[in-house]
């Protein structure tokens, strides 16, 4: 949901209640936002290195490991799970999800998209550990991107680790801006 500083997500996971994206962090919004956030699992995502935030948290914040604004043009191209997986997309409540199931119906890699406008936005793409160095990290993202385009977004945009960066670039996905992730993990007071 659109906020003056950026967006709130409503993520509703243990240790992950909502996120709130900066994409222009100042300190007298961070002192804003954090004198008035009070519940722990709340996470702000900022446009900023972590060295340029940590002077700007209050105590009770925890910066988490670096991360990467990441975006794209959408093209689609053909994508085909590889022998031994099959390719399940679902859409619910604006929410697409590509799953790549072994031939057990075991999920081997998974991610998920939403788009707002002519935006594709990127979450949750990840692969099992016994299925990783597979290609099956590319063939989710292919799918998503397909089902992106085929939704009207021709651009796309997602927060990378360090670890998933290296594949999204191989895709033609560009560094935005670096991440910088802080969560409260206590009540403040």
């Known amino acids: 949901m659109p906020e003056p500083w950026g967006y709130r997500v409503d993520v509703g996971l243990p240790g992950h209640l909502v996120r709130h994206v900066l994409p222009a962090p100042t300190p007298a919004l961070?002192?804003?936002?954090?004198?008035?956030?009070?519940?722990?699992?709340?996470?702000?995502?900022l446009c900023?290195?972590?060295?340029?935030?940590?002077?700007?948290?209050?105590?009770?914040?925890?910066?988490?490991p670096p991360e990467f604004m990441m975006t794209a043009a959408l093209r689609p191209e053909p994508v085909k799970a590889p022998a031994g997986y099959t390719t399940a997309v679902t859409t619910r409540s604006g929410v697409t999800v590509a799953r790549l199931l072994t031939a057990a119906g075991e999920m081997a890699a998974r991610g998920q998209l939403a788009v707002a406008g002519r935006t594709a936005v990127v979450d949750r793409v990840e692969t099992a550990p016994g299925h990783r160095r597979r290609g099956?990290?590319?063939?989710?993202m292919r799918t998503l991107t397909a089902a992106a385009h085929a939704a009207g977004a021709t651009g796309g945009v997602l927060v990378a680790t360090p670890e998933g960066r290296a594949l999204y670039e191989r895709l033609g996905w560009r560094l935005h801006s670096p991440m910088t992730a802080a969560v409260l993990r206590s009540a403040s007071g």
């Open 30 to 45: 961070i002192q804003h936002l954090t004198g008035t956030i009070t519940a722990p699992g709340t996470w702000l995502k």
């Open 48 to 64: 900023a290195p972590a060295d340029l935030i940590a002077p700007w948290l209050p105590a009770g914040w925890d910066i988490e």
């Open 136 to 140: 099956l990290g590319s063939v989710v």
